[in-house]
């Protein structure tokens, strides 16, 4: 069975810094992995998704991941956070179904 | 851009009652889902419905719930007799196709079920 694991449970940045939120997955063949963000009282919204195209995904609002088989991870990246981006980050791996991770929630600070 | 609509926004019901849960799913789409986020948890998957019947359900998914798709544009999830722990905010998605090749599932806004 496919899995995805979120290591932090939270992250916080400063404005204008790096964003980082680490995941790793779990699958026997080759994954569609993606991420989805959820803010305060809204819906989930895709941000990226791998299909096994190439490895380094770009997705909406500046945010990218690169899909490492090696590390079996899925990292997403952004390179200089904004207050908007504070959220919740949900890694995903797709069995058909989706299979959520259990979320990061990033805080940004000015 | 078109888009999943869920109704109603935020239900409150008593133990033992029936919900039925909305969903407009997005108008060219075949398959559809119901998933769950129980407050401070992960989002978990409860059905996938394709071609009038059920293609995949979760344990979760026990014969207290049901779904319907009972015209051409709605998409319905009945919890028979709701019971405290069914208090979580319910997803509605819709995919134009299924499969691991990444078909995008879109998101509805999601409906809070609080069961007092």
């Known amino acids: 069975a496919q899995s995805v694991t979120q290591l932090d449970s939270h992250v916080s940045v400063s404005e204008g810094t790096p964003v980082l939120l680490r995941c790793n997955y779990s699958?026997?063949?080759?994954?569609?992995l993606f991420w989805y963000v959820q803010h305060p009282n809204k819906g989930l919204q895709l941000l990226l998704k791998y299909t096994s195209a190439a490895t380094l995904v770009k997705g909406i609002n500046g945010f990218e991941a690169e899909f490492k088989k090696s590390e079996t991870s899925f990292h997403l990246t952004k390179p200089s956070a904004h207050m908007s981006d504070a959220a919740e980050y949900f890694c995903v791996v797709s069995e058909y179904k989706l299979i959520f991770g259990t979320g990061t929630r990033l805080q940004v600070f000015p | 851009e078109p888009e999943v609509t869920q109704t109603p926004s935020h239900q409150v019901t008593q133990m033992g009652q029936e919900v039925i849960l909305r969903c407009v799913p997005i108008?060219?789409?075949?398959?559809f889902y119901w998933y769950r986020q129980i407050l401070g948890q992960k989002v978990e998957f409860l059905v996938s419905?394709?071609?009038?019947?059920?293609?995949?359900k979760s344990e979760i998914f026990d014969d207290q719930f049901s779904v319907e798709r009972p015209d051409g544009s709605n998409f319905t999830l009945k919890i028979r007799s709701t019971k405290l722990e069914d208090s979580a905010m319910y997803f509605c998605?819709?995919?134009?196709?299924?499969?691991?090749?990444?078909?995008?599932?879109?998101f509805g806004p999601g409906t809070r079920l609080t069961v007092t």
């Open positions: 998605a819709s995919s134009e196709a299924s499969g691991r090749e990444s078909y995008e599932q879109y």
């Open positions: 699958s026997s063949y080759s994954p569609s």
């Open positions: 419905f394709y071609n009038n019947e059920i293609s995949e």
């Open positions: 108008s060219n789409h075949l398959y």
